[in-house]
């Protein structure tokens, strides 16, 4: 190995706690079109769903996510959502929400976070952060009022060395046409 890549390897490892490696996992998204549309439903809807090999990320690894995806609130201020992420069968993150105001405005919903090995495969710390944009954050590029954003914590007992699924999810506490969530792109990836 030449001596600058060696440098740099080690500067990686040191800049990411001593993780220098990142798996890109398969995600869904394309060119601008919806890819999973919530609507008009309360049954649970699964905005994103991916099955993360056992043993991948070892007994410190991290597995990473993100979703992307536009918020239409619009029925009656009553009505709810509930968010949940699951890994493994195990609900990690489990949230009723609600923007402060119906509107005909396309919101942004960004949800991201990280579910991390505590020093062994069965033990994880996870942490959620969902984040609701403004009316109409969505289609006038970032106008942030009346946003509202939720972070979670926990710990979890998940077996890390068996085959486990990651899901999102949504149910809608109304059957509405004017309640959507319409989801673009949503990745995953682990480091260890």
């Given at each position: 190995?030449?001596?600058?890549?060696?440098?740099?390897?080690?500067?990686?490892?040191?800049?990411?706690?001593?993780?220098?490696?990142?798996?890109?996992?398969?995600?869904?998204?394309?060119?601008?079109?919806?890819?999973?549309?919530?609507?008009?439903?309360?049954?649970?809807?699964?905005?994103?769903?991916?099955?993360?090999?056992?043993?991948?990320?070892?007994?410190?690894?991290?597995?990473?996510f993100e979703s992307y995806s536009s918020l239409l609130y619009n029925n009656s201020t009553s009505?709810?959502?509930?968010?949940?992420?699951?890994?493994?069968?195990?609900?990690?993150?489990?949230?009723?929400?609600?923007?402060?105001?119906?509107?005909?405005?396309?919101?942004?919903?960004?949800?991201?976070?990280?579910?991390?090995?505590?020093?062994?495969?069965?033990?994880?710390?996870?942490?959620?952060?969902?984040?609701?944009?403004?009316?109409?954050?969505?289609?006038?590029?970032?106008?942030?009022?009346?946003?509202?954003?939720?972070?979670?914590?926990?710990?979890?007992?998940?077996?890390?060395?068996?085959t486990q699924t990651l899901t999102l999810s949504v149910?809608?506490?109304?059957?509405?046409?004017?309640?959507?969530?319409?989801?673009?792109?949503?990745?995953?990836?682990?480091?260890?």
């Open positions: 190995m030449k001596r600058s890549s060696l440098i740099i390897a080690l500067l990686a490892s040191l800049l990411l706690g001593g993780r220098a490696h990142a798996q890109f996992l398969p995600y869904i998204g394309n060119s601008g079109n919806p890819i999973i549309d919530a609507v008009n439903s309360t049954s649970p809807f699964n905005l994103f769903s991916q099955s993360i090999t056992g043993g991948d990320l070892g007994t410190m690894g991290c597995l990473k009505d709810t959502f509930t968010l949940i992420l699951s890994y493994g069968g195990v609900n990690v993150y489990s949230g009723a929400l609600k923007p402060p105001a119906v509107s005909a405005g396309l919101r942004g919903l960004l949800v991201t976070g990280s579910i991390c090995n505590a020093g062994v495969t069965g033990t994880q710390a996870t942490f959620v952060n969902v984040q609701i944009g403004g009316v109409s954050s969505f289609t006038s590029n970032g106008a942030a009022s009346n946003g509202i954003t939720a972070v979670n914590g926990a710990t979890t007992a998940t077996d890390s060395t068996a149910t809608w506490s109304a059957a509405s046409a004017n309640d959507e969530i319409k989801t673009y792109e949503a990745k995953a990836w682990w480091t260890t």
